[in-house]
């Protein structure tokens, strides 16, 4: 369910039409000490209170919120694919961890006040942490249902945002 590109030295039309995604299993074969998703295991980055507070759409504009309840609502479940990409040039990426975490956390709605997941509905392709990235690059795809994880977005464009700019400065 998470891939991440193998080699970001393409242009994103490459990245793209070519066939260079390895599954995070073949990651773990080869370097299981460094491997982000056996590391996740271990790392915990909100609380509980911040979890139900992220399901909750407390950290989202309204307009997420908004599309969401009305997504709900008609029963859409029309797959998308969001493209995250660079706006600058020769950018190290960081944060690609704490947005799988977060969109395993926040990936799904509430349902009779009871929290129906739905990570497994969605697919992530992605660089990794540390990449030298270009800019107008995408660095993430994020496709499944828009309903399950439209609240997320302003969370997980700023999560790469400022750890991006951190790392490369």
């Known amino acids: 369910r998470i891939i991440k590109i ?3 030295n393409l242009n994103h039309e490459e990245i793209i039409s070519n066939s ?18 056996i590391i996740m ?3 915990r ?9 992220i399901r909750k759409g407390y950290y989202s504009a309204s307009y997420f919120s908004k599309t969401k309840e ?13 493209q995250v990409f660079q706006k600058n040039d020769n950018s190290i990426l960081c944060g690609v961890d704490q947005v799988i975490e977060l969109l395993k956390t926040g ?18 392709k992605t660089l990794s942490d540390g990449d ?17 994880f439209a609240e997320l977005e302003s969370m997980y464009l700023g999560i790469l945002a400022r750890q991006t700019r951190i790392a490369t400065n």
């Not at 995070?24 to 299981?32: A, F, G, H, L, R």
């Not at 980055?45 to 507070?53: A, H, N, S």
């Not at 990936?107 to 697919?123: H, L, M």
């Open 41 to 43: 295991k271990q790392i």
């Open 107 to 124: 990936t799904g709605y509430f349902e009779n006040n009871k929290w129906i997941s739905k990570w497994t509905e969605i697919r992530v």
């Open 70 to 82: 009305i997504l709900l609502k008609e029963k859409n479940l029309e797959k998308v694919t969001m």
């Open 132 to 148: 030298i990235i270009k800019k107008g690059m995408p660095v993430m795809h994020i496709t499944g249902p828009y309903v399950y």
């Open 6 to 8: 193998k080699n970001n």
């Open 20 to 37: 260079l995604f390895y599954s995070t299993s073949i990651e773990d074969k080869i370097n299981k000490r460094y491997n982000p998703a």
């Open 45 to 53: 980055y909100w609380d509980d209170k911040t979890i139900e507070k």
